[in-house]
C-alpha cells in the first residue's frame, strides 16, 4: 500500500481529501495552471471534489495516488502531484504535477517531484518514473531537467485534450540515473 503522507524540507504531500476542494477548486479554476492540464479550467467547486473522489478510487484500486501539496510554514495548499499511473508489473510509474501560479519560480514543484522520486524509487523499488509533457510547458520541462530526466522524444498527436489532439514529449528517470 503507497502511503498517504510524505514530508520534505517546506512541504507535505499528503493524500486528498474532499476538505481539500474549496483551495484546489481556486488553483484548478485558473486558466494560466489547467492550460497543459488535460482538463478545463474548472467553473464550480463540484468539479474538484468529483475529481478528488475519481482520483482517491484510483487510490483505492492501487492504480495512481495524487497529493495535495501543502506549504509547511503556512500550512496551505498550493497545489497537486502524484502518480498519475502506478505500474506494478513493469515496476514504473507516470507522475504529474501543478501549483498554484502564485508559487510558481520558487522551487516547490522541483522539491515537490523529488520527493516523489525517492518515494518510488526508495520505498516502491519502481525502476523507471516517465511525465508526459506537452512542448511548450517550459516551466514543466525545466522541473524535469533540473531532476536529471531524459528527453526520450515527442508523441506526435498522442492525446485528445480540450477537443485537440496535442503532442506530448516524453521523459523519464531511471533508478540507475
Known amino acids: ?25 481556486n488553483i484548478w479554476s485558473n486558466p494560466d495552471v ?72 520558487l522551487g516547490y514543484g522541483t522539491e515537490a517531484v523529488s520527493c516523489l522520486l525517492e518515494y518510488a524509487f526508495e520505498h516502491l523499488n519502481f525502476i523507471r518514473i516517465e511525465a508526459k509533457v506537452e512542448p511548450e510547458n517550459l516551466n514543466s520541462i525545466r522541473v524535469l531537467q533540473k531532476l536529471g530526466f531524459t528527453f526520450e522524444g515527442t508523441l506526435r498527436k498522442s492525446q485528445k485534450s480540450k477537443d485537440r489532439f496535442i503532442d506530448l514529449n516524453i521523459y523519464s528517470k531511471l533508478k540507475t540515473d
Open 1 to 25: 500500500m503507497i502511503t498517504d503522507l510524505l514530508r520534505t524540507e517546506r512541504l507535505y504531500l499528503r493524500k486528498m481529501t474532499e476538505a481539500d476542494s474549496p483551495c484546489l477548486f
Open 34 to 105: 489547467t492550460k497543459f492540464m488535460n482538463i478545463e479550467n474548472f467553473s464550480d467547486e463540484n468539479q474538484a471534489k468529483e475529481m478528488i473522489d475519481f482520483l482517491n478510487e484510483l487510490s483505492a484500486q492501487n492504480k495512481a495516488m495524487r497529493y495535495t501539496i501543502i506549504e509547511a510554514k503556512t500550512n496551505q495548499i498550493i497545489g497537486s502531484c502524484g502518480f498519475n499511473t502506478l505500474d506494478y508489473e513493469n515496476i514504473k510509474a507516470e507522475i504529474g504535477y501543478d501549483l498554484d501560479s502564485t508559487f510558481w519560480g
